[in-house]
């Protein structure tokens, strides 16, 4: 079956510009997790979707980011006027709902912003 | 602030042998724990979890051990093999929030 997937694979932009990145998460999958993986580093928890609503959105780093889900499936993670420091691999995972149901990531965007 | 820690950026095993990948945390409202497993260019994918009520769990080649006492859990793979060459992650959840928090990171080297 599909698991989860990201577009776009790689996105390079420069500073200041604006970028979207997409998640199509696991068919009937309720819950919607970003995560951000610097270089060297775990993931780092971004923002958390449980149907259409932010259920937790406490890792956002500042008001330049921002996430959608509007229909309750596809989200889309938004970042304005990007830094450099914005570079790192953004991870999008999936699951039912529950506490103990387990995350099925997709393969993440690579941004680099020059 | 790390809360979750792996002090092992990398760790390299002959094939056969156990492999032992460590990770420590901080915060004591953490009540399940969970390994990922990361090959270049994929996202990590589920191994193994343990719930805080327990002190081990066991899935095959694989098992997780849980001292609460230390803050302290513990992965181990045996037999080794080369496919598990890999990146491992420990990551916790607290309560009934399913945010996950991750380490750093262990890269394990299998060598044939």
């Known amino acids: 079956g599909a698991g989860v997937s990201q577009t776009p694979s790689n996105k390079v932009t420069e500073k200041g510009k604006y970028v979207e990145l997409r998640c199509d998460p696991i068919?009937?999958?309720?819950?919607l997790y970003w995560y951000r993986q610097s270089l060297g580093q775990g993931p780092e928890f971004l923002i958390y979707?449980?149907?259409?609503?932010?259920?937790?959105d406490s890792g956002l780093p500042n008001d330049r980011f921002f996430a959608v889900r509007p229909e309750g499936s596809v989200s889309t993670l938004k970042i304005q006027r990007t830094e450099r420091g914005d570079s790192a691999v953004y991870l999008c995972?999936?699951?039912?709902?529950?506490?103990?149901?387990?995350?099925?990531f997709g393969p993440g965007t690579r941004l680099t912003v020059l | 602030d790390q809360q979750v820690k792996q002090n092992s950026p990398s760790l390299s095993v002959q094939e056969g042998r156990i492999s032992i990948l460590n990770c420590d945390y901080t915060?004591?409202?953490?009540?399940?724990f969970l390994w990922y497993k990361k090959y270049p260019a994929e996202g990590p994918t589920f191994l193994i979890s343990?719930?805080?009520?327990?002190d081990k769990n066991e899935d095959g080649r694989f098992t997780v051990f849980l001292n609460k006492s230390a803050k302290h859990l513990s992965l181990h793979i045996v037999p080794s093999q080369p496919g598990d060459s890999a990146v491992y992650f420990c990551a916790a959840r607290r309560g009934a929030g399913n945010m996950l928090t991750f380490g750093g990171g262990t890269r394990l080297m299998v060598k044939p």
């Open positions: 915060n004591s409202m953490f009540d399940y």
């Open positions: 979707f449980q149907g259409t609503g932010a259920a937790d």
């Open positions: 995972a999936s699951s039912l709902s529950g506490p103990n149901n387990e995350q099925f």
């Open positions: 068919s009937g999958h309720t819950a």
């Open positions: 343990i719930s805080s009520i327990k």
